[in-house]
């Protein structure tokens, strides 16, 4: 199985990216698919998942959207209204568990992509 992030970069206040999981190895319609972020010296963070529906940790509901491309295999993760606390690594990452923010109950993970927020 294989996670491939792509898409952060720099961005001011206030602009959007949006941030490309492809899965290689998994079907992503089969699994939970999510995203984290860890900012430096925190720990990894929950920010999204779908499958049968979506869920969102508060602090970014409402300005970013999870979604996924079954076709391609890909899942997406775009931000809106981007703040400079949104500053982290972004990891993609696949697990059996519907509803679950915990970091050991995702089994496979990306390498990550960095996203920088300036104010």
């Known amino acids: 199985v294989q996670l491939q992030a792509s898409g952060g970069g720099l961005v001011q206040a206030g602009g959007s990216l949006r941030l490309s999981c492809a899965a290689s190895?998994?079907?992503?319609?089969?699994?939970?698919m999510a995203w984290f972020r860890q900012a430096p010296g925190k720990e990894r963070e929950f920010v999204a998942a779908?499958?049968?529906?979506?869920y969102y940790a508060n602090s970014v509901r409402g300005r970013f959207t999870i979604s996924r491309d079954s076709a391609k295999n890909i899942v997406f993760l775009q931000m809106n209204n981007l703040k400079p606390e949104d500053t982290a690594v972004y990891y993609c990452?696949?697990?059996?568990?519907?509803?679950?923010?915990?970091?050991?109950?995702?089994?496979?993970w990306g390498q990550g992509t960095l996203v920088t927020v300036s104010s």
């Open positions: 779908i499958r049968w529906s979506t």
């Open positions: 990452a696949a697990g059996p568990k519907f509803g679950t923010t915990v970091v050991s109950d995702y089994d496979y």
């Open positions: 190895g998994l079907t992503v319609g089969s699994y939970v």
